[in-house]
């Protein structure tokens, strides 16, 4: 059973710091573009930073770029996101996202097959 497992999310101020964790289990993802999305209340789930199978070829969403680093170990099957200088509309489930058989990286919900179930971040004072 293919499972992405992602953990770090939790409270923090303005202007604070969090990394999150996604981990996988049941697939090799080393060959796969992966990414971050997230989704705030009454919005829907947006790209927020991909990876392409090795991570050297990285895209961020406008809002996030030069505050947000999407990085990942392939050895042990984790795909990482470090989040600095946190507003408070950065406040949103976090989902972790793969793609099977496919090492590009894409914008498109639809071109990932693989979700985990999502961890919250909320910043506020």
């Known amino acids: 059973q293919v499972q992405l497992v992602e953990s770090g999310g939790g409270f923090v101020q303005p202007g604070g710091s969090l990394r999150l964790s996604c981990t996988a289990s049941?697939?090799?993802?080393?060959?796969?573009?992966m990414g971050w999305f997230r989704q705030a209340p009454g919005k829907e789930r947006r790209f927020v930073a991909l990876?392409?199978?090795?991570?050297?070829?990285?895209y961020y969403e406008e809002s996030v770029r030069g505050r947000f680093t999407v990085s990942r170990d392939n050895a042990f099957n984790t795909l990482y996101l470090q989040m600095n200088n946190l507003k408070p509309e950065d406040t949103a489930v976090y989902y972790c996202?793969?793609?099977?058989?496919?090492?590009?990286?894409?914008?498109?919900?639809?071109?990932?097959?693989?979700w985990g179930r999502g961890t919250q971040v909320t910043v506020s004072s």
């Open positions: 996202a793969a793609r099977r058989n496919n090492p590009a990286l894409s914008t498109a919900r639809q071109d990932h097959d693989y």
């Open positions: 990876a392409n199978w090795d991570g050297e070829t990285t």
């Open positions: 049941g697939r090799d993802f080393s060959q796969s573009g």
